[in-house]
């Protein structure tokens, strides 16, 4: 028999406990993902402007912006995304209380039916059907019918918030890299610590969903370093045309 830590769920609160753990995975992945796109996007500019120039107010001012504008930008996608699921998650959910307010007895027997469409048994559907809907009929709708957890509507402005926080934290690195380090090793030394950081989010993020953590961290740090590579390269030729 598993263990509850095998599982993820407590033997008491299996529910509960399988959708706070599943709820967090979740988060935990999409903040690896802001940090991942955090990491690369000002790396990119910033390795970009030191193909220009070495002087560190430039790639100071790239830098930052980079990290503002992103981390806005990041902030304000994630607040529209979850905005519009959470909006539609409170007008099914505003939805179905109506109906179960028109029609209980339609909705009940749609209730069982569900539940025998499952597998169980008319006898064994309707006791399941009575038993929920005594308890909480809206919540045993919504689980059944369209499997939202009303307790579960994600706060756009916690999304929105997380989704920036992530991405600073992850632009912080190269940013962080490029400004301490000699003019000579800053662009070597940044392009190394871009590369690491994303193997390592890529195998956390692949780990999370349970794919190959080898194959993730390889895809993330062929993406970093082309995106590093050719930013460096439009740089390094802008800066010799004389353009600017």
């Known amino acids: 028999m598993p263990s509850e830590f095998a599982t993820g769920l407590h033997p008491l609160h299996p529910e509960p406990q399988g959708t706070d753990l599943a709820a967090k995975l979740n988060w935990l992945r999409a903040g690896i993902l802001g940090a991942n796109d955090g990491i690369v996007s000002v790396a990119a500019v910033v390795v970009g402007v030191a193909g220009v120039t070495t002087a560190t ?19 304000l996608g994630e607040y529209v995304s979850v905005s519009s699921q959470s909006d539609s998650q409170r007008h099914l959910i505003a939805k179905e209380s109506q109906e179960l307010e028109e029609k209980p007895h339609e909705e009940f027997d749609e209730l069982v039916e569900l539940y025998r469409d499952k597998g169980l048994s008319d006898a064994t559907a309707a006791l399941v059907a009575k038993e929920l809907s005594e ?12 499997g939202i957890d009303p ?15 992530s991405f600073i934290l992850g632009a912080v690195l190269p940013l962080a890299t490029i400004l301490l380090l000699p003019p000579d090793t800053r662009v070597p030394a940044t392009f190394a610590a871009v590369l690491a950081a994303l193997a390592i ?20 740090v062929l993406g970093g370093a082309l995106a590093l590579a050719t930013t460096f390269a439009l740089g390094s030729l802008l800066g010799t045309s004389g353009l600017v």
């Open 201 to 220: 989010t890529g195998a956390l993020g692949a780990w999370i969903g349970g794919g190959s953590r080898a194959r993730a961290a390889v895809r993330v």
């Open 151 to 165: 307790d579960e509507i994600v706060s756009p402005w916690h999304a929105a918030f997380a989704s920036a926080v």
């Open 135 to 146: 308890r909480d009929p809206l919540r045993a709708h919504l689980d059944i019918e369209l």
């Open 57 to 75: 107010g430039p790639i100071l001012a790239a830098g930052a912006a980079a990290l503002a504008g992103g981390a806005i930008s990041m902030a």
